[in-house]
């Protein structure tokens, strides 16, 4: 059964998230090392690990509806992740999802130290989770 995979890039962690074979839910599933010299397999492994369909990989938007600082670093992802896998690959406005993890994990009582490494695949859920939505 195919699944859909969020990838919330950061300078440090690229978060993970991963839909349900029926795309109703999106769970964090982790994080991938943004500098890793075997990113390509990673993805790769992931994508049949997974078994997934096609790839989201969350584009910041400013407040304004502009592209943030950070877009040509998921455009890059995005380009990465398409050869590498061969899978479509969409851009989904990541708006406060991280901002949004991070509440998700302060009220659930998760330490500040542990937080750090939780947020980005945390974030990757939640615009994942917008995404599904968007498809019914």
């Keep these: 059964m195919s ?3 969020g990838l919330d890039p950061g300078t440090v962690r690229i978060g993970v998230a991963v839909s349900d074979p029926m795309f109703v839910t999106a769970q964090p599933h982790g994080n991938l090392a943004a500098d890793a010299e075997d990113l390509d397999d990673r ?3 992931l994508a049949a690990e997974t078994e997934a369909e096609r790839f989201v ?3 910041p938007i400013g407040l304004d509806g502009r592209e943030g600082a950070a877009a040509g670093r998921s455009r890059e ?3 990465r992740v398409a050869e590498a896998t061969g899978l479509p690959v969409d851009l989904y ?3 406060f999802s991280t901002v949004t993890a991070e509440r998700v994990l302060v009220s659930a009582g998760v330490r500040r130290s542990r937080r750090k490494v939780a947020r980005d695949r945390v974030a ?3 615009f994942l989770q917008a995404y599904l939505d968007g498809r019914r």
Excluded: F
């Design 3 to 5: 699944r859909i995979v």
């Design 43 to 45: 993805l790769r492994d």
């Design 57 to 59: 990989v969350g584009l």
């Design 77 to 79: 992802l995005a380009a």
């Design 93 to 95: 406005d990541e708006r």
């Design 124 to 126: 990757a859920a939640v």
